[in-house]
């Protein structure tokens, strides 16, 4: 039976998904050598930010077809080690969208109006009006690093709110900044320029530390900072020694390197320019059911077979783009299942060339699709869209993606893939007909019009009078059933291929005595 982990607290709506399809066992906050014993009987894990999945848990799930994040960050799952073996791996981008901005939004406002002070001095006994004299966000400029869903959303409020917004995303493109009515500035003018500053960006090694005692002491003096995103991305000692020397007016933070923040940090203290939550960001009552509702139906999709629309480790290949691409994608597994065959040992290089109205779809995934088919007669089972470009990459594949969008050949389009190794090298292209037929429309140049099918066999033989027929009466004396047969040669009396659909696989030793026939240089059965 299908069963599923979930191994940390989630809304029971999302539970209830999971149960349409699966065993749910919930149990959460498991030590780590408690989650790895059991681990292995499940097919799916859902997790929150609480469950750390290592490499060590992920090797230990040979079961596993998916780990579910409810919520957006990856932090805590080791992505390449997931990707290695197979493991899906699916957040959820915008379910805590609206709940991660406004608590932005919140920090930025109880900054400039002194609310957490306020609150404590007047509830201890205090009415001390003048002390709290805050600041309007409005005609302030406001900083967003990072323009992903939750900082574009931050500006739009911002704006609504008068404030103008600069803006600083290496990956945005003009006309995006454009649509969103915010200036682009590099970092160091955006911090330069900025009264508030709202960070919006992932913790990865390049911004790791980013905001350190260098870049907050070019912001202005009365400039506020607000991290809500990841924790490490400021360097808190920096932070800590700039709030108690003065060098801006204050920070809120929502987001620590270390969680739980610890006992001994430089950020703990009586500080009133420094704001501090406990990783509010998404903990609204809304949120956490869009997260699990989102990431639990992910689950379900991926356990019947059908895609995930929030992939962390199959980047390009959402649901839209597998069914606008279905029988494409169809095309070049079988093609790389195909000339996996034909080249007879572990390819070196595979070129995959995209022509006519192949070369305006998406690349990624036929080329990932491709590489799934060369590899599965090798791997089987363990081979999927995750992990095939890195399989590849592990087993030296050079590959190489050539679009050629001049070429009409077929009205559709057409794929080749070209194979290199020690045996030789090998090309095969097909197309995509009406209805989604596939065709397999030539090998090594030699031109055909072959469906694909379960049982095949492809020759290279002279083009000579009886050949065909010694071909068919040798199959037919080892109960051998031929469903269809075409030759493809390019000059009469040259070489030639023949392919051949069969009900069965053919015998080893059929094959032998194929072989030994007068004419054929090479035959290779085939199994699509």
């Excluded at 906050?29 to 750390?52: C, H, N, W």
């Excluded at 913790?203 to 990841?230: F, G, Q, S």
């Excluded at 500080?271 to 809304?286: M, N, V, Y």
């Excluded at 597998?322 to 595979?350: D, N, Y």
Aim: proline share 5%; with cysteine.
């Amino acid at each position: 039976m299908t069963k599923v982990l979930v191994s940390d607290p989630i809304d029971q709506k999302g539970i209830d998904i999971l149960s349409q399809v699966a065993q749910v066992d919930v149990r959460t906050g498991l030590p780590a050598d408690e989650l790895k014993s059991i681990v292995g009987e499940y097919d799916a894990l859902m997790i929150r930010s609480g469950t750390q999945v290592t490499a060590d848990i992920i090797e230990a799930a040979p079961r596993l077809k998916i780990i579910g994040r409810a919520g957006v960050g990856v932090d805590n799952v080791d992505v390449p080690t997931a990707t290695k073996n197979g493991v899906l791996v699916v957040n959820s981008p915008e379910g805590n969208t609206i709940a991660a901005a406004e608590h932005a939004l919140a920090m930025m406002l109880a900054l400039s109006r002194h609310i957490p002070a306020a609150h404590s001095s007047t509830a201890s006994g205090g009415w001390n009006r003048k002390a709290y004299v805050g600041n309007e966000l409005y005609k302030k400029t406001l900083g967003v690093v990072g323009l992903g869903k939750i900082g574009s959303h931050v500006a739009r409020v911002a704006q609504a709110m008068g404030m103008e917004v600069l803006a600083y995303d290496p990956f945005i493109s003009s006309e995006r900044a454009q649509q969103l009515r915010v200036r682009l500035r590099p970092l160091d003018a955006l911090f330069k320029e900025a009264d508030y500053i709202s960070l919006h960006l992932p913790r990865t090694p390049d911004t790791e530390n980013l905001v350190n005692a260098e870049l907050i002491a070019t912001m202005k003096p009365n400039a506020r900072l607000v991290n809500c995103a990841r924790g490490g991305i400021i360097n808190e000692a920096d932070l800590a020694a700039a709030l108690n020397n003065g060098v801006i007016a204050g920070a809120a933070l929502d987001v620590y390197a270390n969680e739980p923040l610890e006992a001994d940090s430089p950020l703990r203290g009586d500080c009133d320019r420094l704001i501090l939550t406990p990783h509010l960001g998404a903990s609204t009552e809304e949120a956490q059911a869009n997260v699990a509702i989102d990431v639990a139906e992910q689950i379900r999709d991926v356990l019947l077979g059908l895609p995930a629309r929030s992939a962390v480790n199959i980047p390009g290949l959402t649901p839209d783009v597998m069914e606008r691409l279905k029988p494409h994608l169809q095309l070049a597994e079988t093609l790389g299942l195909l000339i996996s065959q034909l080249s007879g040992g572990p390819v070196q290089e595979l070129q995959v060339l995209l022509q006519g109205e192949f070369a305006e779809h998406p690349s990624q995934p036929l080329v990932v699709a491709s590489l799934k088919g060369l590899l599965s007669s090798a791997l089987g089972d363990r081979i999927n869209y995750v992990n095939a470009a890195l399989e590849a990459k592990q087993r030296g594949v050079h590959v190489l993606e050539v679009k050629d969008e001049a070429s009409r050949d077929f009205a559709g389009g057409s794929l080749q893939l070209s194979c290199r190794n020690a045996n030789g090298s090998h090309t095969v292209t097909g197309a995509v007909f009406a209805d989604g037929d596939l065709r397999i429309t030539s090998i090594d140049e030699f031109p055909l019009n072959v469906p694909p099918s379960r049982h095949m066999l492809f020759t290279r033989h002279r083009d000579m009078p009886g050949i065909i027929g010694n071909l068919g009466s040798l199959l037919g004396e080892h109960n051998v059933n031929i469903a269809s047969m075409q030759v493809g040669r390019r000059i009469v009396r040259g070489d030639a291929v023949m392919v051949l659909s069969l009900d069965d696989p053919i015998p080893s030793s059929t094959l032998t005595s194929v072989k030994d026939i007068n004419g054929i240089q090479e035959a290779h059965p085939v199994t699509l």
